[in-house]
């Protein structure tokens, strides 16, 4: 709901959709905004989501201003058209409602969809709350759109944990909201027939590497822009949007770092060891593309030691968010010692006592080289 009403703010004029679990509520409390006429929007009911995708590119290059939502197997089957999407140029927004891949089966969280199309040229943001979610999707329409990013973007929650969630969400005036994203009108479009263009053209060895350089500046240039429209934004809603937050971190001894929802179980426990004394704190990461390698490394060289808590796997390497800070802190002179966790595939619940437990064992100094897995039946 949360998402939907953001995207009845924003008035994209085009939203391909199709149904996957957890994501469908987002489609579902949209197109009842459209059919009550509270918002005017083409909603687009593809046959699969590599379709929706495909439709996102179409009507994006046409110049509409384009959003969608997906989940799992649904991502998955968008991949190839995900590269389109971002080597095109294209704002599309999309939100993720995070759920584990096949094999078995399974429609619960974890983080293996979004992380197996990180390194699709998209940028991507992960939220806590609802309360991140709905005001990341606004901050990314923004984000998206500046001349020199035009990249799409997409925003994760948490698959059920969040998005089947009952929270209080704060929600903007509308007209805030339209002012903050302005009218979008897109510099080179397929319908300015007078200003003719191309879009998705063959590039052989002779120009493709240099559309790929492209796209790394943008990234680049989106660090920047992040900070810049975040800024912006906290005038309205008197909240901040870093890369990373810290909590109790300055003078930490052992520190957490993680995504998304369990951000929130992280704190609780933190809260609750800060009262017995114990010097213990958490680094969120928000922005996980294109990755805060300089703020995470300044935060954490003054720290001794770090459990990263990755909701994913990257089979026969290291874990996705652990790969990240460990290139981090590599060329620090005396960089803290890491120590590699994997949580909560397939939806499985971390709880607090297992937080402490990591607690325990960074304080003690037990790190090694051996990722870990915590609630795991071995």
């Known amino acids: 709901m949360a998402v939907a009403v953001a995207m009845r703010q924003i008035g994209p004029e085009a939203v391909p ?79 993720i409602a995070n759920r584990a891949l096949s094999a078995p089966i399974n429609i619960h969280c974890d983080h293996s969809d979004s992380m197996g199309a990180r390194d699709h040229s998209w940028i991507q943001i992960y939220s806590e709350t609802a309360q991140e979610v709905y005001e990341n999707t606004i901050l990314a329409v923004r984000l998206a759109e500046e001349r020199s990013v035009l990249l799409p973007v997409m925003i994760m929650q948490d698959g059920f944990i969040v998005s089947h969630g009952a929270d209080k969400v704060e929600i903007l005036p509308d007209e805030a909201v339209k002012k903050f994203v302005g009218e979008y009108r897109a510099e080179d479009s397929l319908l300015d027939t007078k200003n003719p263009v191309t879009f998705g053209p063959l590039a052989l060895p002779d120009y493709y590497f240099e559309f790929k350089r492209q796209q790394v500046e943008a990234m680049k240039n989106a660090q920047e822009i992040y900070l810049k429209v975040g800024a912006e934004l906290s005038k309205i809603t008197g909240r901040e949007y870093p890369k990373i937050e810290r909590y109790f971190l300055d003078d930490a001894q052992g520190v957490i770092i993680t995504l998304a929802s369990t951000c929130g179980t992280v704190k609780a426990v933190i809260d609750k060891l800060r009262g017995q004394g114990k ?56 960089g803290p010692g890491l120590q590699s966790y994997v949580f909560g595939l397939g939806g499985r619940d971390i709880a607090g006592t297992e937080i402490e437990a990591v607690f325990k064992e960074l304080l003690e100094d037990k790190v090694s080289a051996e990722e870990k897995f915590i609630g795991l039946r071995e």
């Open 17 to 95: 959709v199709y149904p996957i679990t957890p994501q469908t509520p987002i489609a579902e409390e949209f197109a009842k905004f459209v059919a009550d006429g509270k918002v005017q929007t083409e909603i687009i009911r593809a046959e699969s989501e590599h379709s929706v995708m495909s439709a996102c590119v179409g009507a994006s290059a046409a110049g509409a201003r384009v959003m969608t939502a997906s989940s799992s197997a649904g991502l998955a089957l968008m991949w190839e058209v995900l590269g389109v999407a971002s080597g095109m140029r294209l704002p599309i927004i999309m939100n």
């Open 279 to 334: 010097k213990v704190g958490l680094l969120k990461i928000r922005l996980f593309r294109p990755f805060p390698y300089k703020e995470v490394r300044e935060a954490l060289r003054n720290v001794e030691t770090v459990a990263v808590l990755d909701r994913s796997l990257s089979f026969g390497a290291s874990a996705p968010l652990f790969g990240e800070v460990k290139n981090s802190v590599c060329d620090l002179k005396k």
